[in-house]
């Protein structure tokens, strides 16, 4: 296998496909990464058996072949190869000659009859959809992904295509953040997955702000394709709760909060709290929120935003950090906060498609 193919491009390629690669198995094959050049094509291929990413890029070949190298000692190299083509070649013992400039590499590989074929699917279960719609719909919920692994099937984002609706949700059981969005599905077009965590974090990473993914479903598997990129894995087995009937339906009080003032008075917040004393205080009353910390050993904080509110005092504690994931994704101006009082869970809501909804604190 021989072809030529600017630094730049190669790195951009192997940045793409390195969160698939296996940093702790015991199949060494799993620690590198397919290359196969053929038509003008180079394609990467890594996977750890639950993720396969597979990435395209033009290049010039005078030899087609293919052969597997470890992952992460190609992406350094290349990395530090001084700008300019880079010519590689690999003999049939699966030894690669690296140079670019004057710089010089040989590195052995192994034969891609040991890497794992990745997954086919049918044509059939095809879903084409909006880049910058799936994106927006990640951020509002993804960080929101529990990580207990005793409790699996909330280790996803569970995504439900129904009724001209795209829904998605996360819940680690201590908050729970879901985003509806209108779509016109194909008709018949019905489904709902979980999608892994590990997924989602490098799906994020592909997904633009332009163009459309096509998401294709197979028996407990999921791909994601792009025009030069394919993303393939595992979906979480099981079935996703009622995240419905914890949703507090009609909370009394409702005020509305320049979301950039709120996130950046809650940061502050956390200035004063610990790993033993983690929460804030919201004392909600006329026409005033008051934020504040009090932590003991460490000391105190207290600040306040004027708030259009003619409602009960009210206080009630939040896990501060709970509150900056969920206002650190949105983009709207302001935000409505949704309380009742300081025994049952509050809401942050934008608009009729996002809700947020967080459990509160023991008042110190």
Do not use: W
């Not at 999608?195 to 633009?208: A, M």
């Amino acid at each position: 296998m021989k072809f030529i193919c600017p630094k730049e491009r190669l790195l951009s390629a192997i940045s793409q496909i390195q969160g698939a690669v296996s940093s702790k198995t015991t199949l060494p094959i799993l620690a590198n990464v397919l290359l196969e050049a053929e038509n003008g094509v180079l394609t990467f291929a890594a996977t750890d058996l639950d993720i396969g990413i597979q990435y395209k890029i033009p290049a010039a070949i005078t030899e087609p072949g293919a052969t597997t190298l470890p992952a992460k000692r190609l992406f350094s190299i290349i990395r530090e190869l001084p700008d300019g083509d880079v010519d590689v070649q690999v003999n049939q013992n699966h030894v690669a000659v690296i140079t670019c400039g004057v710089a010089f590499f040989r590195v052995v590989g192994i034969g891609k009859e040991e890497f794992p074929k990745l997954p086919e699917f049918p044509e059939s279960a095809v879903y084409e959809f909006p880049q910058v719609l799936i994106k927006e719909m990640l951020n509002k919920t993804s960080y929101a992904v529990c990580h207990d692994e005793s409790r699996y099937t909330l280790n996803g984002v569970f995504m439900v295509a129904k009724s001209n609706k795209i829904t998605m949700v996360a819940t680690d059981g201590r908050r729970l953040a879901v985003i509806e969005k209108h779509f016109n599905l194909p008709k018949g077009a019905e489904f709902e997955v979980i999608i892994p965590s590990k997924t989602i974090q490098e799906l994020v990473k592909i997904l633009g702000a332009e163009g459309s993914v096509n998401i294709v479903l197979a028996k407990n598997q999921i791909a994601f394709r792009f025009p030069n990129c394919t993303l393939i894995s595992r979906l979480v087995e099981g079935i996703y709760p009622n995240y419905k009937q914890v949703i507090p339906a009609g909370l009394e009080q409702k005020i509305s909060i320049n979301r950039e003032e709120f996130l950046s008075a809650v940061k502050r917040s956390t200035l004063i709290t610990n790993d033993r004393s983690n929460s804030i205080k919201l004392n909600i009353s006329r026409n005033r929120l008051v934020i504040s910390a009090n932590t003991p050993d460490v000391g105190e904080s207290r600040e306040s935003i004027n708030v259009p509110y003619d409602g009960k005092d009210i206080d009630v504690a939040f896990n501060p950090m709970y509150l900056i994931d969920v206002l650190r994704s949105l983009e709207e101006h302001e935000v409505l906060l949704e309380v009742t009082d300081s025994a049952n869970p509050g809401i942050v809501r934008t608009g009729a498609e996002f809700l947020y909804v967080i459990m509160p604190m023991r008042l110190s």
